[in-house]
């Protein structure tokens, strides 16, 4: 779905109001900082959003915001954020979170969860650009399923570029797609974002942690890779990666998922990419499945119905009607 908003054409009274309402419908709640002149204040908006995900550009007068307890509270989507500033920004986080105090420069990265509470400071009127990504999407790629503080990607740093680069890009043709390819779209990129906190050292733990953290980013590259493999199982996976069987799926505890639902989901994810994107025209959904190790069809439609909320033939017909 295409976004664009401006409070250009509004009452003077109603734009900082309209405007929390409307950022709060594809981001998250936030309190205004002070706005001295009513009629001054202008924002801007535009994007794409599809299956909870969102790609925007910002450009507000608003110099300052907080997101508090209260705003925290009227959202109900879990979500993760990745802002990148387009202009200087100050970033505090709330006395309830984690402290930490990170300044920002144009091009560098923000990521930030919904869980996070801040007071974030422009230098003049702010402009960034925006990647809403549902908790869901990112949280079985990241050690632990959460990120222990908001933290800063530099853009020199090469996983920040290559990320920069993915959302460009993303920006630049979302428009041209239909929602089902939009949404895949921000879906793949989500990889580049669990790198991004994977490599960070802001956000990687001492010590054991550290260990536990780096093998089991090892291990779920070794499902990656072979997820095609019918016989993919904890017993190959943990021989692969010379660990036991329990120490494997002891390594998935903290995540909140299991062995078995990671490696189910990730199927899922590549079948539903391959369905509505350009490489699965002229392929049928049984011929997709079993590409992506499935052996039963009973349990793919199950399984993909259950995940998505709609089974396969939706999603290809929605997206034919859209390249139509």
């Known amino acids: 779905m295409r976004l664009h908003f401006s409070t250009d054409d509004l009452a003077p009274h109603d734009r900082v109001r309209l405007w929390r309402d409307e950022f709060a419908r594809y981001a998250h709640s936030f309190t205004p900082g002070e706005v001295a002149d009513q009629a001054a204040f202008r924002a801007r908006a535009s994007g794409d959003a599809a299956g909870g995900f969102a790609l925007i550009d910002v450009e507000t007068s ?14 109900s989507a879990e979500s993760f954020f990745i802002r990148r500033f387009r202009r200087p920004s ?27 509470l801040f ?38 740093s090469p996983v920040a570029a ?54 089991l980013a090892e291990v779920k590259r070794h499902i990656d890779r072979h997820l095609a493999d019918p016989d993919l199982s904890p017993a190959s996976v943990a021989d692969a990666v010379g660990l036991s069987v329990r120490q494997l799926h002891r390594l998935f505890e903290p995540t909140g998922t299991s062995f078995a639902r990671y490696v189910l989901r990730q199927r899922l994810i590549r079948c539903r990419e391959s369905i509505a994107g350009a490489t699965g025209t002229g392929r049928s959904v ?24 709609a089974r396969p033939g939706a999603l290809r017909a929605s997206t034919d009607g859209g390249r139509s």
């Open 286 to 309: 049984v011929d997709i499945a079993f590409g992506w190790g499935f052996s039963s069809m009973a349990t793919f439609y199950r399984a993909f119905a259950s995940e998505f909320g």
């Open 119 to 156: 007071d974030e400071q422009s230098a003049g009127a702010a402009a960034f650009q925006l990647l809403v990504v549902p908790r869901e999407a990112l949280a079985p790629l990241v050690a632990g399923g959460r990120i222990p503080r908001p933290f800063r990607a530099p853009a020199a």
């Open 162 to 215: 290559l990320l920069g680069a993915s959302l460009d890009a993303a920006g630049a043709q979302a428009p041209l797609l239909p929602d089902a390819l939009v949404e895949a779209v921000l879906r793949n990129v989500c990889g580049l974002v669990a790198l991004v906190c994977e490599t960070s050292e802001e956000v990687v733990e001492p010590g054991r942690d550290k260990a536990k953290a780096a093998l």
């Open 62 to 75: 608003l110099e300052s915001a907080r997101r508090t307890p209260a705003d925290v509270k009227r959202d």
């Open 90 to 116: 100050l970033w505090k986080a709330a006395p309830r979170s984690t402290p930490v105090d990170l300044m920002f420069e144009p091009g560098d990265f923000c990521v930030s969860a919904s869980e996070w």
